[in-house]
């Protein structure tokens, strides 16, 4: 076994939803291949006999594992998975330094790190593994399966495509080499300040206060990350961001390229009235574009539901766990 850093891990229930009474909890720790400890929150089902499917969580883009990556986790256990919500590399409380970086190998190297660690679990049957990413983590869901053959199946739920919004903006209105080349100046420009400082300068987490002007996108982040509903006190996005430069990397490396090779399930579950909805159209129809393999690739979409309506349900409930049990149980049989 590799050898795993020392964290500090919280002891106490500190999540945004209600512990269940029908799982046991506890936080696990393992190593990805880069020699990075990440903290996870391993949920079992009580009363379950024998080896368990296993299905590991992570997202959104600048979350922790104690808000909807939890939620989600804690479901499924309930439905008969053993399951781990983990905090990415360089954030909440797994190691990394520096702190708040991202990157599309690294965090697509954290899922299968965590596929590594389920695979040598004594509860875990290894042959039933599979991945649920939650928006930004989405995409790195789909590229993990497109590059990790132990993934049974992979739920990418109200996805972003990084690599896309950091090269071609919101909605692709920045979608231009002159474009591109301002913002990877200004980074470059960025680099020095924060060199000669000797420190990384945050971009900014969601806005503290909206205004009726705001885009919905907006006011629909601030819902949740600002307010009881989801604020979390280590959530990158519930307070000072990302680094500046912290997603620098994904600007020309896109993630997607080979999605329609993957030969394993894929659910790309959506709000119709999610901002970010065309990240999740477009990947499905280039997954299934051309390929050999789209017979077991499925994009459900849920009626008026926006983009964090699927982080938590919202106030109807928007999530389908009832179907994410029924998708993994098909395809990881």
């Not at 903006?169 to 470059?188: I, P, T």
């Not at 500046?244 to 959506?270: D, T, W």
Request: with cysteine.
């Amino acid at each position: 076994m590799l050898k795993t850093e020392e964290l500090k891990l919280v002891k106490e229930w500190d999540k945004t939803f209600p512990k269940s009474d029908k799982v046991e909890h506890s936080k696990v720790t393992f190593v990805n291949r880069y020699g990075i400890t990440l903290a996870a929150d391993m949920y079992v089902p009580k009363g379950k006999e024998g080896k368990l499917p296993a299905i590991a969580v992570s997202g959104p883009f600048g979350a922790v594992k104690e808000q909807c990556s939890g939620l989600y986790a804690q479901n499924m256990a309930e439905r008969g998975f053993l399951t781990i919500a983990f905090d990415p590399s360089f954030t909440g409380e797994s190691g990394g330094t520096p702190r708040y970086m991202a990157s599309p190998d690294i965090n697509t190297e954290d899922f299968m790190a965590a596929v590594d660690f389920l695979s040598l679990n004594e509860r875990v049957d290894a042959d039933k593994i599979g991945i649920i990413g939650i928006c930004g983590w989405g995409g790195m869901a789909i590229n993990a399966a497109a590059l990790d053959t132990r993934i049974k199946a992979t739920v990418a739920a109200t996805m972003y495509d990084m690599t896309r919004v950091n090269a071609n903006g919101y909605f692709d209105s920045e979608d231009s080499e002159e474009a591109r080349y301002n913002k990877k100046a200004a980074m470059c420009a960025q680099r020095i300040k924060d060199y000669a400082a000797g420190e990384y300068t945050l971009g900014g987490g969601v806005v503290e206060t909206v205004t009726d002007d705001m885009p919905f996108f907006v006011k629909d982040y601030h819902d949740y990350y600002k307010t009881d509903r989801g604020y979390h006190s280590r959530s990158l996005n519930s307070n000072g961001g990302w680094n500046i430069i912290g997603c620098e990397s994904f600007m020309n490396q896109p993630i997607l390229k080979y999605s329609n090779e993957i030969r394993s399930a894929v659910m790309i579950l959506h709000g119709d009235k999610a901002h970010s909805f065309y990240f999740g159209k477009d990947a499905y129809e280039n997954m299934i574009k051309g390929s050999k393999y789209a017979d077991n690739k499925e994009l459900l979409v849920i009626e008026d539901a926006s983009h964090t309506d699927i982080y938590d349900g919202g106030n109807y409930n928007a999530i389908p766990f009832d179907k994410l049990q029924n998708f993994f149980e098909v395809n990881m049989k």
